[in-house]
């Protein structure tokens, strides 16, 4: 069992950055994938990055690819998503989610997941 608590979202205006951070509990999230997806009001939920358990691989949402990057610590329990240049269109609820057989790009693909955190980027 994972539990996971996103923070770091907020106000920003666009062309700025922000680092979201995902804290799980756990004494087995370094074998665990890691996602980030976000959810902006009447859309589906995207899929934005993934890390698999090593942080050896990512892979990312075209809309986000060269602006965002996930990174991971497992020795804290922590996964980052640090997001640059940001765009009005990048305003949304921001998940992070994890599972301990996969690092996909479909939310089917994830068994755990976080409340999220709003970020939301003025233009």
């Known amino acids: 069992q994972v539990q996971l608590v996103e923070s770091g979202g907020g106000l920003v205006q666009a062309g700025g950055s922000l680092r979201l951070s995902c804290a799980a509990s756990?004494?087995?999230?370094?074998?665990?994938?890691m996602g980030w997806f976000r959810q902006a009001p009447g859309k589906e939920r995207e899929f934005v990055a993934a890390?698999?358990?090593?942080?050896?691989?990512?892979h990312y949402g075209d809309s986000v690819k060269g602006r965002f990057t996930i990174s991971r610590d497992n020795a804290k329990n922590t996964v980052y998503l640090q997001m640059n240049s940001l765009k009005p269109e990048d305003t949304a609820v921001y998940y992070c989610a994890a599972d301990p057989d996969t690092y996909g790009s479909s939310d089917d693909d994830y068994d755990y997941w976080g409340q999220g955190t709003q970020v939301t980027v003025s233009s």
């Open positions: 756990g004494r087995t999230f370094g074998s665990y994938g």
């Open positions: 890390i698999a358990w090593s942080g050896g691989s990512t």
